[in-house]
């Protein structure tokens, strides 16, 4: 059976909107306040998800994508729960209640669907820098975690500064990002990582199911994560220029060979076209 090609690659219209939905209650952040604020910030995480998980089941099966949702959201709550009841391994923090939505031992119920959200974008372009099929699971692993905790370095910043959590530690920060202590990223380091070795597996296991399904909804997704939310800590949120920085290198840790690779891709596929338009048709 043929695989189909890239500009064969079937559409994700559900997974569209909702990336599209997401994007726009982003940029609708800043020009909100309180409550309003509160119920932008819950709609960007479940629209993300959602974006994320309908994208996921398109592309390789509902109970992949159900897979998935345990491997990141699962683990993302478990580590919620410990690390707000016993500091580890992130440091001592705890979280708002009754702001964006209903808490699970204290922790909001839409924060480990974050983990979806941030991580399956991540993880789809690690993929394409490292080849999906071919490439030692290794290097894969470890961009995908340094992507995440990248991730981290934005939303972080920007969750502390609204007040969403707040941390106890009495950790030093790193500089420029005040009221965070380094531990925190200690601690997504070793659940981020943890979480790519599982999507590894997963992603072997599903390696049979794999439809002819665009990813261009998890890679601009993972392009507007990386870029746009630079912009929007440098210029557009108050006192988050550090943030921007950070997240920007970290997650360009990705997204430079991310880009890349996708040229080249696009290099590839006009030379083989062009190669064909010079061949005499085969009868």
């Not at 910030?41 to 592309?59: D, E, N, Q, R």
Request: glycine share 10%; with cysteine; net charge positive.
């Amino acid at each position: 059976m043929t695989r189909p090609s890239a500009r064969n690659a079937a559409p994700t219209p559900v997974a569209l909107a909702f990336a599209l939905a997401a994007v726009l209650a982003q940029i609708s952040y800043p020009l909100v306040s309180g409550g309003t604020k509160d119920a932008v910030t819950f709609c960007v995480v479940a629209l993300l998800a959602a974006a994320c998980i309908t994208h996921a089941a398109s592309a390789r099966g509902v109970g992949w994508a159900t897979a998935m949702v345990v491997v990141t959201a699962g683990i993302g709550l478990t580590a919620e729960i410990i690390g707000t009841r016993t500091g580890m391994p992130f440091g001592c923090y705890a979280y708002a209640q009754d702001r964006i939505g209903p808490s699970i031992a204290h922790v909001p119920v839409v924060v480990p669907f974050a983990w979806t959200a941030g991580l399956y974008p991540v993880w789809c372009a690690a993929r394409v820098v490292t080849g999906r099929l071919h490439a030692p699971a290794l290097p894969r692993i470890a961009l995908t975690t340094v992507g995440v905790v990248g991730w981290d370095l934005y939303l972080d910043p920007q969750m502390v500064a609204d007040g969403q959590w707040a941390w106890c530690s009495t950790f030093a920060a790193l500089p420029g990002l005040p009221g965070i202590p380094w531990t925190n990223y200690v601690g997504w380091l070793l659940v981020a990582t943890l979480m790519a070795c599982a999507m590894e597996l997963l992603g072997r296991v599903g390696r049979s199911r794999i439809r002819g399904v665009s990813y261009v909804v998890p890679w601009g997704l993972f392009l507007w994560t990386w870029l746009g939310s630079s912009l929007a800590h440098a210029v557009f949120l108050p006192n988050l220029g550090w943030s921007a920085l950070y997240g920007l290198v970290a997650m360009g840790v990705v997204g430079v060979p991310f880009l890349l690779a996708l040229t080249a891709r696009r290099r590839g596929l006009v030379r083989v076209d062009t190669t064909r338009t010079l061949d005499r048709p085969v009868h």
